[in-house]
């Protein structure tokens, strides 16, 4: 049995940071792309800075710390002499699949300081600290895709210790190509914690297993709070929880328009109760939805620049459907399904939202179809 009273850790869990990402697959500027990738690194410089604060013993790194595609020697050694601040922290890192360990890797070209492990590859690892009564275990991956068992030939670990196991995987899909985990598997074999990485959105599975997710949102994927995991382990018990950490959060909303909002109204309603604080920091996504007046032009680039001064970052999707004039289209159409269509659903009743709103959404789809030419 572990003396817990004479032993408690506390950590912090992150991962999947993506430094040097490119931002490729969301509709940035050259400028706000520039923008991001100095916030991720400032957010990791945040992470340390709070590690030394808080007087953690450890700090976990779950894999993906960078994005070996596009980082360099230089970028590497930044990432050295920030985590060498952390002269009384233990730092250790496990790597992912978008930062792969191999001879070729940036990893294996720098001189690491004392109090920082990498983990390496083909099969788990694990470093001891007597003076925590604390065993930490590892593994990296060598290449972008990994089915590996890496249990295989593990002989389990000294329950009069405290285990942690810090891997990047998926717990969530037995076929993924990215290390499927066993979660059953994960809970029988004993450790006080495990921190996974890999998956983006923050997860807390159990009182001892967490994905840690990105601390920053990477794109309208990963809505929500984003942030790091801070831990403890003392007799026996092991508390965790997440801890907001993000600069910025993307945020997607969904707005309802009616034909009797005018241009001016809809500005208001996409600038809506958000303190203009939320507007300046956030990244959003808006969708509007609903019936427009045929009198309002929706020009989705001329809304934008209205409101781009209020907003750090707007998208804005156009799902909305002309108010059309029945009676007009009815006429015009009168002799074939059009005019038929329109016919059979005036014959129900159009002050029910969802007998109109199918109306307008059959009308959208014959007339972009041409189907009554």
């Known amino acids: 049995m572990v003396i817990w009273g004479d032993y408690m850790i506390k950590f912090i869990h992150t991962g999947d940071l993506h430094l040097g990402l490119q931002f490729s697959n969301v509709s940035f500027d050259v400028q706000r792309a520039n923008e991001r990738r100095l916030e991720l690194w400032n957010t990791f410089n945040r992470i340390v800075d709070k590690a030394i604060e808080d007087e953690v013993d450890f700090l976990f790194i779950a894999g993906d710390l960078y994005e070996e595609r596009y980082f360099t020697l230089a970028d590497m050694k930044r990432i050295r002499d920030t985590l060498a601040k952390t002269k009384d922290v233990q730092v250790l890192m496990v790597a992912g699949n978008h930062d792969t360990l191999n001879k070729k890797s940036l990893y294996s070209m720098i001189e690491w300081p004392e109090n920082i492990t990498i983990f390496s590859t083909k099969k788990l690892g694990m470093k001891e600290f007597p003076e925590k009564n604390t065993c930490i275990y590892g593994y990296s991956w060598d290449k972008g895709e990994n089915r590996e068992n890496i249990f295989k030939g593990f002989k389990g670990i000294d329950k009069e210790k405290i285990n942690i196991l810090i891997i990047h995987g998926d717990i969530f ?201």
């Open 173 to 373: 899909n037995k076929q993924s190509p990215y290390l499927p985990l066993d979660k059953n598997y994960l809970d029988q074999l004993g450790f006080d914690y495990i921190g996974l990485g890999h998956i983006h959105k923050p997860n807390i599975i159990s009182s001892k297993i967490a994905y840690c997710g990105s601390p920053e949102p990477l794109n309208f994927g990963e809505l929500g709070e984003h942030g790091i995991i801070q831990g403890s382990i003392e007799n026996g018990k092991t508390q965790i929880s997440l801890l907001p950490f993000s600069s910025r959060k993307f945020l997607e909303k969904t707005l309802d328009i009616n034909e009797t909002l005018g241009y001016v109204d809809i500005l208001d309603k996409i600038k809506g109760s958000d303190y203009e604080e939320e507007l300046k920091n956030n990244l959003y996504r808006i969708k509007l939805e609903g019936i427009v007046n045929k009198d309002v032009n929706i020009d989705i680039q001329d809304i934008k620049n209205s409101l781009d001064k209020y907003f750090y970052y707007i998208e804005i999707i156009d799902n909305t459907i002309i108010d059309y004039d029945l009676s007009s289209l009815e006429e015009e159409n009168k002799d074939n399904i059009i005019g038929h269509f329109i016919r059979e659903m005036k014959e129900k009743d159009l002050e029910d939202k969802i007998i109109k709103d199918a109306l307008y959404i059959g009308l959208e789809a014959l007339l972009k179809g041409k189907v009554g030419e």
